[in-house]
């Protein structure tokens, strides 16, 4: 009788620790699991890997975007942001009244931009991605005068742990920049104390004839 209890204890020790182990779907979601398979997702290519929508923007969308909470925003030197991004026309100052901005004889013809560019890596539910959200504005196939950008971090089980925007060439004043956006994210397995910490970046070409284009990534 005693050994006939300890076969059926052990028999539940068994099963508790394959329920631990190997985790099964569930109507209630996704599970988490185990450290070796959650990094074969975390570092697996995705089907689709990256994407862009571009289009034009209004002065207006370009100006209020750099409001956004940590936003990277760039003005001309010498130009508020509403004359940067062509709202108010550039203006001199007049020697008899210093106070009052005189408007421009003739300004040039300012256009401005906004494209959401994401790529991720990884797959469900341990997918990472990154979407940077950048309004800029240009004197049209001369020179950038504006950009605001915003970097975000998204995954179903792998949440955001920081996010940042980086000008790495070009900027205000020249025909290009490009920005370096990155994220790191902290992805947790069945095990508590055990998280994956990935990282990566994806850096973004933008030019004043309202291209965008992705020049690296990792």
Known sequence: M???KTAVVLAG??????????PTASAAGPQLLAPAQAQALVSAVPTIQTGS???????QEALASGSTQGANVAVAPGMSASQAVGL????????????LVQPA????????????WWRQWGTWPYEQKIADTTYWCAVYGDHVTYYSSTVNGTGTFCGTSWTSSQLISGGIGYTWFVLRSSAGFS???VIPWVTLHPSHYTDVS???W?????????
Request: aromatic residues 2%.
């Open 13 to 22: 020790l068994s099963l508790l620790t394959a329920v631990v182990l190997v």
């Open 53 to 59: 929508v571009t289009r034009p923007a209004s002065p």
């Open 2 to 4: 005693v050994k006939r």
């Open 187 to 189: 992805c947790p397995t």
């Open 105 to 116: 004889a003739a300004t040039a013809a300012t256009s401005c931009w906004a494209t959401t």
């Open 206 to 208: 933008r030019n004043d």
């Open 210 to 218: 309202g291209t965008t284009s992705e020049v690296a990534s990792n």
């Open 88 to 99: 108010v026309p550039l203006g001199q100052v007049s020697p008899a009244a210093p106070s």
